[in-house]
C-alpha cells in the first residue's frame, strides 16, 4: 500500500530555510516504464491550494515563479523526496503536501506546516 509521510515544517524567520521531506512507501519508482511525478503544494490560510515544484521521471523539475530560485525539489534516493525552502518569506506560510502520481495512482501525503515569521 503506497504511503507518503511528510515532515520538516515548522516555524523558521524570514530569511531562513527549510527542507521538507516526504518518504515514499509502497512504491517502487525504478524499473517502471509508465512515468511518475512527485509534486509539493501548498494551501497558506483561506487560500487554494497551489502547485509550488514538482519532478517527473528523468529529472526535469519545474516551479512556481513565486519560489523559483528560492525553492528546490530534488531526490535522494527512490524513497525520499525533498523540497529545500531557502529565503523564505511570509507568504511562504502554508500547508505543505506531497503528492506522487503515477497512471492511476494519486497518493497524498498528510502535509506539514511551514510558517514564516519574524
Known amino acids: 500500500q503506497a504511503q507518503l509521510v511528510t515532515s520538516g515544517g515548522g516555524l523558521v524567520q524570514p530569511g531562513g530555510s527549510l527542507r521538507l521531506s516526504c518518504a515514499v512507501s509502497g512504491i517502487t519508482l525504478r524499473g517502471y516504464a509508465v512515468p511518475w511525478s512527485m509534486i509539493w503544494y501548498r494551501q497558506g490560510p483561506g487560500m487554494e491550494r497551489e502547485q509550488v515544484a514538482s519532478i517527473i521521471s528523468g529529472g526535469t523539475t519545474n516551479y512556481a515563479e513565486s519560489v523559483r530560485d528560492r525553492f528546490a525539489i530534488s531526490r535522494d534516493s527512490a524513497f525520499t523526496f525533498y523540497l529545500q525552502m531557502n529565503s523564505l518569506k511570509p507568504e511562504d506560510t502554508a500547508n505543505y503536501f506531497c503528492?506522487?502520481?503515477?497512471?492511476?495512482?494519486?497518493?497524498w501525503g498528510q502535509g506539514t506546516q511551514v510558517t514564516v515569521s519574524s
Open positions: 503528492n506522487f502520481r503515477r497512471g492511476t495512482t494519486d497518493v
